[in-house]
């Protein structure tokens, strides 16, 4: 059961999730790179934190020790592929969750062993599958 989960990176939608996890977690860290959306999730009850995510002492110092789980949401696969090894490695972090942009790049983390998301492959998944059933009607007549 997740206690403390942590969210990194992400911008709005990091924040946005973070703020969507406080309804139903007592606490919740995020942290991220950008200042302003960083003070936005501030004004609205969430721990949030900056930090450079190239830089390991950065991240080390805005880290929530108490995190038991954490969610990399970035935009950016080689940058989300740092903050789940990091979250595995460094803060031997159990439960990782993870954003994939790019569905080429899924086997490559779940390799590490983690949670993977590809909103790709849902998205597509979500049209094929609710579109496959009006063209089937339409032919019908229906």
Request: charged share 25%; proline share 4%; hydrophobic share 45%.
């Amino acid at each position: 059961m997740i206690h403390q989960p942590l969210v990194l990176g992400g911008e709005h939608a990091g924040r946005a999730l973070a703020e969507r996890l406080l309804e139903e977690y007592e606490s919740v860290t995020f942290i991220d790179e950008n200042e302003a959306v960083v003070a936005h999730a501030i004004e609205r009850g969430i721990d949030a934190r900056v930090a450079a995510f190239d830089e390991p002492q950065s991240l080390r110092t805005a880290w929530n020790a108490d995190a038991d789980a954490v969610i990399v949401v970035g935009r950016v696969d080689p940058t989300n592929l740092l903050l789940t090894q990091a979250s595995r490695t460094t803060f031997d972090v159990d439960r990782v969750t993870v954003l994939v942009n790019d569905p080429q790049n899924t086997d490559v983390f779940e390799d590490l062993g983690v949670e993977v998301i590809c909103v790709t492959s849902l998205v597509t998944d979500m049209v094929v599958g609710s579109s496959a059933e009006p063209a089937e009607d339409a032919r019908a007549g229906g």
